[in-house]
């Protein structure tokens, strides 16, 4: 059984690493903040007192942090990742990035003689708790076999995409979809419900249908009851959709309507927002049409 | 059992038509060229030689057209079916239609003493040779229940949503949510391929997730293997795409995203692929990219 670090103890990381642990595994974590280094000491955890001294405890070593710059900071900034890895050692990133800082680290550490996997995860807070995240990997085979049982004590839907920051690209496609979806519901609503049609009944005589979503399904009527509470942030979202088009930029693409959603939640975000659920860019479209979803 | 009438035996209204007399309705018919007409005659159907003539004939007169000056021009043009229609009959038009030219031809109506319902359709061809139909009805409570036997021959989802307009207010809100959904896969794909990800890999690892939606499932396959015969032309979608922001300028609504989709589908069209499936939408971002989704 390989030993494992982990830092980044968040929202995500925190239940992470505990699923670690209940699996058996040796593990060694950092954070910023110290509460959640303690509550993990108590249930097994060592811990350390930086990156850089994790990854030189132990084979294998995540982080789980909120954007490129974090990890960025975290991998090879001053006590990072790459000043105490071993060599053979293999530097796992959760985090939702973009994949041109992954390829970046990536090469800092072949430099090394370690290796790095970009692995974010989609199912939230809840796939986080109950280990059943989907994990999408990019690195390479040797590396993703064997930290594959450490992905399987997190997530039930583990797939290998290809080789460096074929994970993070998965992902962002996986962004694109979701808010555009969300965003399409948002608008249909808005607009059906200015025309004086229940959207309520919309939502039910459509679902069936070609127009049938998770978006449609879950978050039709958070948009009709105005209830936002994440989910997951608007904020996250923008961020997320700055990676896609970041990551078109690097490899000569062009996402119009990416683009332009982008910039919608850009716009959530200016308007403060961006801790709602992103379910509430209906409320943008709401006061673009000076209107609103139910009048009642 | 009403009487019935329909005009317009196209690829929708032919085995829609055909599904009314296999259920016993009296069924008189009329379609500009002959063809259509001469087959139902020999399956049972009686035939007139214009649009008022069928509505004086029957209690309930169906159209199944094109667009809405189509349907402008056989409802209230010479020969028309306001010419002709019973004081107390019911006008049915099954077209997907702007609302306003809706509201328009049922005011005309109900100065004669007659009705209309909107009762778009969604469910393509399969759906009307099939009687599986889902179909969107606007207009009033009591016309509805007249012609829900009617309906019910030649759909299997049959929703009343409210007054006069909503059956293609909520049309449009399908198909802008269908046409963002396609776009959303479209716009992922082509991001994935030229960031060096297999496409189809990418689809397998997204589908069971938050991404999951009627164009992953359906649609991707088709992309990756540039197979576009249609489905649903993406000159229709253009269509259907320009009564939703018709319909939102007459409501007072903007659609930032639909309308971008929207001149997207009408650059298809202005490209000469407007009878390529809507899915095709994703070959206008593969030429924006200067890339193709499949290298193989």
Same mark, same amino acid.
């Given at each position: 059984?390989? %030993? =494992?670090?982990?830092? &980044?103890? &968040?929202?995500?990381?925190?239940?992470?690493?505990?699923?670690?642990?209940?699996?058996?595994?040796?593990?060694?974590?950092?954070?910023?903040?110290? #509460?959640? !280094?303690?509550?993990? !000491?108590?249930?097994?955890?060592?811990?350390?007192?930086?990156?850089?001294?994790?990854?030189?405890? *132990?084979? =294998?070593?995540? %982080?789980?942090? $909120?954007?490129?710059?974090? !990890?960025?900071? *975290?991998?090879?900034? $001053?006590?990072?990742?790459?000043?105490?890895?071993?060599? #053979?050692?293999?530097?796992?990133?959760?985090?939702?990035?973009?994949?041109?800082?992954?390829?970046?680290?990536?090469?800092?550490?072949?430099? /090394? #003689? +370690?290796?790095?996997?970009?692995? $974010?995860?989609?199912?939230?807070?809840?796939?986080?708790?109950? +280990?059943?995240?989907?994990?999408?990997?990019?690195?390479?085979?040797?590396?993703?076999?064997?930290c594959l049982p450490v992905f399987q004590a997190m997530g039930r839907k583990v797939t290998h995409m290809g080789g460096t920051g074929a994970g993070q690209v998965t992902k962002a496609c996986n962004q694109i979809i979701t808010a555009?979806? *969300? %965003?399409?519901?948002?608008?249909?609503? *808005?607009?059906?419900?200015?025309? &004086?049609?229940? $959207?309520?009944?919309?939502?039910?005589?459509?679902?069936?249908?070609? @127009?049938?979503?998770?978006?449609?399904?879950?978050?039709?009527?958070?948009?009709?009851?105005?209830?936002? %509470?994440?989910?997951?942030?608007?904020?996250?979202?923008? /961020?997320?959709?700055?990676?896609?088009?970041?990551?078109?930029? @690097?490899? #000569?693409?062009?996402?119009?309507?990416?683009?332009?959603?982008?910039?919608?939640?850009?716009?959530?975000?200016?308007?403060?927002?961006?801790?709602?659920?992103?379910?509430?860019i209906v409320t943008l479209f709401e006061e673009l049409a000076h209107t609103h979803l139910v009048s009642g």
């Amino acid at each position: 059984m390989v %030993t =494992v670090g982990f830092v &980044g103890l &968040g929202v995500m990381g925190k239940p992470m690493a505990r699923n670690l642990l209940k699996a058996g595994f040796s593990l060694v974590v950092h954070n910023r903040s110290r #509460g959640s !280094v303690a509550e993990l !000491v108590a249930e097994g955890a060592a811990s350390a007192s930086s990156p850089a001294e994790v990854a030189g405890k *132990v084979d =294998v070593v995540i %982080t789980c942090l $909120p954007d490129s710059p974090d !990890v960025e900071r *975290v991998a090879l900034g $001053p006590d990072g990742i790459v000043h105490g890895i071993r060599e #053979g050692g293999i530097y796992v990133d959760m985090s939702t990035i973009s994949p041109v800082t992954t390829q970046k680290i990536a090469d800092a550490l072949a430099e /090394k #003689g +370690a290796f790095m996997l970009d692995a $974010p995860v989609s199912g939230g807070e809840e796939g986080a708790i109950n +280990a059943t995240l989907s994990i999408m990997v990019g690195g390479s085979e040797a590396a993703f076999q064997t930290c594959l049982p450490v992905f399987q004590a997190m997530g039930r839907k583990v797939t290998h995409m290809g080789g460096t920051g074929a994970g993070q690209v998965t992902k962002a496609c996986n962004q694109i979809i979701t808010a555009l979806q *969300v %965003t399409a519901v948002a608008e249909a609503l *808005v607009l059906g419900a200015k025309a &004086g049609v229940d $959207p309520q009944r919309i939502v039910e005589a459509i679902a069936g249908g070609a @127009a049938r979503c998770w978006a449609l399904e879950q978050r039709a009527p958070w948009m009709i009851q105005h209830r936002f %509470t994440p989910g997951f942030k608007s904020a996250y979202h923008y /961020k997320d959709l700055l990676i896609a088009v970041d990551t078109a930029k @690097a490899f #000569g693409v062009s996402l119009p309507v990416s683009g332009l959603v982008c910039q919608l939640y850009g716009a959530m975000k200016a308007m403060g927002k961006g801790d709602l659920d992103n379910s509430a860019i209906v409320t943008l479209f709401e006061e673009l049409a000076h209107t609103h979803l139910v009048s009642g």
